[in-house]
């Protein structure tokens, strides 16, 4: 059964090829068919894998299917080939289930564009893409699914092409993540100039007894895959370019900058995972630049006035959180809340979506308000992404996953009471602008017409992730509620546990919930006040801190930092140097020849005379020459 | 025989096309297409036979003997891939020209043809005085196509793409030369031909000398930074099919020309230049790149992405394994077809807006979605997507390269980040943006969309099943690096332990270590005196 | 009588004469003078090779004088020609008016 697993990218993949090459000869219904049944068709076949998988592992909890030798050359044959294990499962059932219901959404929310096929082509592209990336078995071909993606990205930010603002979004995305994919293909050259391979579960066995623990390769390895996975993921210093990628389609946003694509470099970490476990200051780096993104990405998410802007630092924030796990060596609970998050914040997005689908454009947070009774639907499905996203206590499944990566965080030998706190810092902000997020676009004044109702599939689709959003965390509950572990010993048949539970901890355990509890409570609180009642107490506070806002409003001025030390010495050098100083240099030789020209040419003067007074000259230094030699 | 058809036919096919063009510039068309296709067709068979061990095919005819100068050509599976390219864009650069070129139809198939014939020549000569031969006959023609049929600025680039190949010409003639006599110094056998010049016994010296001859000449074909600046200005003053040909098929007549002569020639003096050489090609894809970035002009731009593209070459090469080497002669088939649509791409919009400036270009998305999406896939071929064929030459460089010199290797690597830049600014001026009022354009027609076509299935294929591109190239490199790895190893060594491989002119005291020491000792001393010229 | 006259006499003669004729054609403007000294020169070196072919008693000098003489003929009729055309077309025989083929 296994060996359909070549179906999952490839289903995609032949949409695709369909779309682009039926183009507006296929109508708009047909369309829809092609693109969502053949993502669909790859979720059914991802679901039976993970119950067969649950039900009854394949030796070993991998399944390997080479599909044919792709380069085969003595000093490295690559095939091209799938591998299926519970962590790409783990994967693959998000971007398949999730990317189906986005399908399904965009079908409705993109029915106005007249772009309806290429949409779709794009769409699905991504999906095989994703799916090559997670099921890839070797380095390069991880590779192409993952710059795939990066491409998919590239034209979904910019589908809206007309405005050139798209596309300077959009290729700002491409080249930032270029730099970070830079990195990993030199960490791929090194692996393999010191293990000769690039398969991956042949790195990963043969490091350790190649490496020493600690070793200089095995940090360098690990820090230049880490290179990437900043850069795909937007983490700290690469994450400037996921809030201007909101420029996409809200779709877009929702599957491929919030629930799949950005986390891609969460998922190469836990694959590479021996590397790192090599190396400890480099999961210490990850540990450290989870936890500086997950707090300044908050931050920067409380001030934003656009709703799309708010959840993509909010995704940067919440990818924090699963670094910060991995740097810790929780690999389950980076996972688990991979997974969630994917859930929650697909809802959040795609009910943004609504919303501003319903508000004409409108995308500006202050213009909002109102819509609890005019958009119900919306308004409850939103209400239950945000208090994922805030993980508020018991009832939503953020709360149990960010919990248990809590817990990992506090016992884990690399974390540590001061990650943890960063964490229930980030964790109060998160709260904070949730609370936030849901006070300004549904309570309050309405200040914008509504112009338009979600539709049937669009309700459709903000329910289930509801559901899921709200029932998913039952999977895996802390060990003191009830020992549900499905997942992480789901996770565990591929990755082997870091973080072993030490017993007679329960006090402890009790202790930190609570105390997490009441932060989430109390941030919640606090923002439902100052954006409710309290409106005129955070004026005032605002007006105090204008500086501080706008520092923030603009994340940090990261930018700024870009654009003034790489952006404009590169486009400035470019202008200098348009005209090629090279060239000029050739231009140095054919001056120096016309100037011996213009030397010798004052020889050739055309006198009879002078000539033979230079053929007597000649002939007499050379009788001379001869006579005294 | 069929290796003698391979030249004669286009040679031929430009004769018929030049005195049937007289009459109907449609025959002229016509003949040049069938001749070419005729070679493809000879040459394709071969392709199954590319694992057989020496060379799949040689042709032999005396020509002056007195000088041990004989007609020898030979084709191995490194000599095919590149044939084969090199007829089929020939045949999609007559196939773009269909329009676009309508004065002296037959004279321009002519010099096209008399072009590709120059090109396949060097291919397949193995006589280094006959490969001379064709490497000038390449030059010639091209001087015509670029002066007679080219843009406003043709004229300088017609002569300055002559001079720059010229002079690098006359540098290759005197290596060539210097080391025949130097054969026939040590062996007394005076000839010209590879196979026996391929064991040469040469002063340390000499080598390096010679190979710096060899070196430059290919240099600047290929075209490597410093000697890049005559190919902007060639690029883009050449008519469409001109453009192709020089992009897709001259330039690499340099990168074959180093793998099949330099290293193997003199593997120590390439072993202690390699440095330099590789950081003369991490050069190029920098600088290229960052040129590329700064154009106004869409041929222009292409042409400097060209130097970025082929610096991987000069980088793989010198790496001398074989990785780096597969990925060297993928790179150059694989950059043939991305850098060749590129430039129909570009002619197919100079046809309908009669301009190159990128200002004048944006939002053709509207009105040419076919064209659109072929610049697009062409624009990722170009940036090195991987699944493309542009990645797995640029990616087995670089893995071979960073084996080789690992600084090198990760500046190189920063080349990808700068390919972005520039190849997604193309697709945003030309393609994306709003549409340019002025500018009305009509999508592909099937003949342009059809020649793209191919180059689009190519790089696809090339991309996710590049195994007959390496199997066909396995054995050549194989039987190269059987050759000269040992030597070129044991240089490296020498030189990454401090120890000078080479000391430039000190004849009294030659105690270096490339000397071989069966070599007799007045054969060495004759040898260096003829290499200080 | 004549082997009385040493050789260097003759040769001294010969190169007087030679650099007269040189001085000639460098000095003059006027072509037929030019063409005069030119003789003069092939003059002088006929006359070395007849003092050279005498002092060795060789017929190899006589008979290269009798080339020089028949090419000096062939030279003045051409130059003659040359200096007709060349006076039709300026109206002088001064030779630096023919200075057009300067660089």
């Known amino acids: ?621 050379i009788l001379l020459i001869m006579l005294f030699q | 025989m069929i290796l003698f058809w391979l030249i004669a036919l286009p040679a031929l096919g430009g004769v018929f096309a030049l005195l049937a063009g007289r009459r109907s510039p449609e025959a002229a068309r016509w003949i040049s297409i069938a001749a070419l296709a005729a070679g493809f067709a000879l040459a394709i068979p071969y392709l199954g036979r590319a694992t057989e061990t020496g060379w799949l095919a040689e042709f032999s005819l005396p020509w002056i003997p007195r000088l041990g100068i004989s007609f020898h050509l030979a084709m191995d599976g490194l000599s095919l891939l590149l044939v084969l390219l090199t007829y089929l864009l020939g045949i999609l650069s007559v196939v773009v020209s269909w329009r676009s070129i309508d004065r002296r139809v037959g004279f321009f198939h002519f010099n096209m043809l008399w072009i590709l014939t120059g090109t396949i020549g060097v291919f397949i000569a193995t006589d280094l005085f006959l490969f001379f031969f064709f490497w000038e006959l390449m030059v010639l023609p091209m001087f015509l196509v670029i002066g007679i049929w080219g843009h406003e600025n043709r004229n300088y680039a017609a002569i300055k793409f002559f001079i720059f190949t010229q002079a690098s010409g006359l540098l290759l003639l005197v290596a060539i030369v210097g080391l025949a006599f130097a054969h026939f110094h040590t062996t007394g056998v005076l000839t010209f031909h590879y196979d026996e010049l391929l064991g040469a016994e040469l002063t340390a010296v000499a080598q390096m000398w010679l190979m710096l001859g060899f070196f430059v000449a290919f240099a600047v074909k290929v075209p490597a930074f410093p000697f890049h600046t005559w190919l902007a200005d060639a690029h883009s003053e050449a008519p469409t099919g001109g453009s192709v040909i020089l992009a897709g098929v001259l330039l690499k007549t340099g990168g074959y020309g180093l793998i099949r002569f330099v290293v193997p020639l003199f593997p120590e003096a390439s072993a202690a230049f390699a440095p330099y050489a590789m950081a003369m090609g991490v050069a190029g894809i920098l600088y290229g790149a960052k040129l590329a970035f700064a154009q106004s002009d869409l041929k222009r731009l292409i042409a400097y992405t060209s130097i970025s593209h082929m610096g991987f070459i000069l980088l793989g090469v010198f790496s001398w394994n074989e990785l780096a080497l597969q990925g060297s002669v993928v790179q150059m088939i694989c950059h043939g077809f991305s850098t060749g649509a590129l430039f129909i791409l570009a002619g197919c919009l100079y046809d309908r807006i009669h301009t190159r400036d990128l200002s004048r270009m944006g939002g053709f998305r509207d009105q040419a979605p076919r064209m659109a999406a072929l610049g697009l896939f062409f624009a990722m071929a170009s940036l090195g997507l991987p699944g493309l064929g542009n990645f797995i030459g640029e990616f087995l460089v670089l893995v071979g390269a960073f084996q080789a010199s690992v600084p090198l290797t990760v500046l190189a690597t920063l080349g990808v980040v700068a390919a972005a830049v520039y190849s997604l600014w193309i697709v945003q001026r030309v393609f994306h943006g709003t549409p340019h009022s002025s500018s009305r354009i009509t999508d592909l027609n099937l003949r342009e969309f059809g020649a793209l076509a191919v180059l689009l299935i190519g790089l696809l294929w090339f991309g996710l099943y590049p195994k007959p591109l390496l199997d066909t190239a396995d054995k050549p490199l194989r039987e190269l690096r059987n050759h000269a790895s040992e030597r070129f190893e044991r240089a490296t060594e020498l030189r990454r332990h401090g120890e000078a491989v080479f000391r430039i002119p000190d004849p009294g005291a030659q105690t270096h270590p490339v000397r071989r020491t069966d070599a007799p000792e007045t054969h060495r001393h004759s040898a260096a005196t003829i290499a200080l010229p | 009588m004549i082997a009385e006259i040493p050789m260097e006499h003759g040769l001294l003669i010969a190169a007087v004469l030679f650099c007269l004729g040189l001085l000639g054609l460098l000095v003059r403007r006027n072509l037929i003078i030019m063409l005069i000294s030119v003789e003069i020169m092939l003059n002088a070196a006929g006359l070395a090779f007849i003092v050279a072919g005498a002092h060795w008693g060789q017929p190899d000098g006589q008979v290269m004088f009798i080339f020089i003489l028949t090419m000096a003929a062939a030279e003045v009729a051409v130059g003659l020609a040359v200096i007709l055309q060349f006076y039709w077309k300026h109206h002088s025989l001064d030779a630096d008016l023919a200075s057009t083929m300067k660089g």
């Open chain 1, 1 to 621: 059964m296994y060996d359909l697993v070549w179906l999952l990218p490839a289903l995609p993949f032949a949409g695709f090829l369909v779309l682009t090459l039926g183009g507006p000869r296929i109508s708009r219904g047909a369309c829809a068919w092609i693109a969502c049944s053949t993502v669909g068709i790859s979720t059914a076949i991802m679901l039976a894998f993970a119950v067969g998988f649950l039900i009854h592992p394949p030796a070993e909890h991998a399944h390997t299917l080479t599909l044919w030798r792709w380069i085969p050359l003595e000093a490295v044959g690559i095939p091209f080939s799938l591998r299926l294990d519970t962590l790409s499962q783990a994967m693959a059932s998000v971007i398949t289930g999730v990317g189906f219901l986005i399908h399904l959404y965009s079908t409705e929310y993109m029915k106005m564009d007249p772009d309806y096929n290429r949409f779709f082509a794009y769409l699905n592209l991504f999906v095989g893409f994703m799916l090559l990336l997670v099921l890839a078995d070797n380095f390069v071909l991880l590779l192409v699914g993952w710059e795939g993606v990066g491409l998919c990205s590239y034209l979904l930010i910019g589908f809206w092409y007309r405005d050139p603002a798209n596309g300077r979004a959009a290729r700002k995305a491409f080249v930032v993540t270029r730099i970070g994919d830079a990195a990993l293909l030199i960490g791929i050259f090194l692996i393999f100039a010191e293990l000769g391979t690039l398969h991956i579960p042949e790195v990963l066995a043969l490091a350790p007894e190649r490496w020493e623990l600690g070793s200089g390769v095995a940090l360098a390895a690990a820090l230049l895959i880490l290179g990437g996975a900043v850069g795909k993921s937007a983490q700290l210093p690469l994450q400037t370019w996921l809030p201007d990628a909101m420029a996409g389609p809200t779709p877009v946003s929702a599957l491929i900058h919030a629930a799949t694509m950005v986390t891609a470099g969460v998922y190469l970490i836990a694959r590479t995972h021996g590397l790192f476990e090599l190396a400890p200051p480099a999961m210490q780096t990850v540990a450290v630049i989870g936890s500086v993104t997950l707090f300044t990405a908050a931050c920067a998410a409380l001030v934003q006035r656009d709703i799309k802007r708010v959840l993509a630092y909010s995704t940067i924030s919440q990818i924090g959180y699963m670094f910060l796990a991995l740097g810790v060596g929780a690999w389950a609970g980076a996972l688990f809340h991979f997974m969630t998050h994917a859930w929650f914040k697909a809802l959040l997005f795609l009910a943004a979506g609504a919303v501003i689908n319903a508000l004409h454009h409108e995308q500006d947070l202050f213009r909002m308000g109102g819509l609890r009774k005019k958009l119900p639907l919306v308004f409850w499905t939103f209400l239950i992404g945000a208090a994922c996203l805030a993980a508020l206590p018991l009832v939503t499944s953020g709360f149990y996953s960010k919990e248990k990566l809590l817990w990992d965080v506090w016992i884990s030998p690399y974390g540590g009471p001061w990650f943890w706190a960063v964490a229930m810092a980030g964790a109060f902000v998160t709260a904070l602008y949730s609370a936030r997020l849901v006070a300004l676009v549904f309570f309050g004044p309405a200040r914008t017409q509504v112009s338009a109702r979600p539709g049937g599939r669009v309700g459709f689709v903000l329910v289930i992730l509801a559901i899921w959003s709200l029932i998913g965390g039952g999977i895996e509950l802390p060990h003191t509620f009830a020992h549900v572990t499905v997942f992480s010993d789901f996770v565990a048949m591929t990755i082997p546990t870091l973080v072993e539970l030490p017993p007679g901890l329960d006090a402890q355990l009790w202790t930190l919930l609570a105390v997490a509890s009441v932060i989430v409570v109390a941030g919640a609180t606090l923002g439902a006040w100052l954006y409710g009642a309290g409106a005129p107490a955070r004026e005032a506070l605002a007006a105090r801190t204008g500086a501080v806002h706008r520092f923030l409003m603009n994340g940090w001025e990261f930018d700024r930092l870009y654009d003034t030390i790489l952006v404009r010495p590169y486009v400035r050098l470019a202008e200098w140097n348009r005209a090629d100083g090279v060239d000029k240099a050739v231009f140095l030789i054919t001056g120096l020849t016309r100037a011996a020209h213009v030397a010798i040419q004052r020889t050739q003067h055309g006198q009879l005379r002078r000539y033979a007074a230079g053929v007597a000259t000649g002939a007499v230094i």
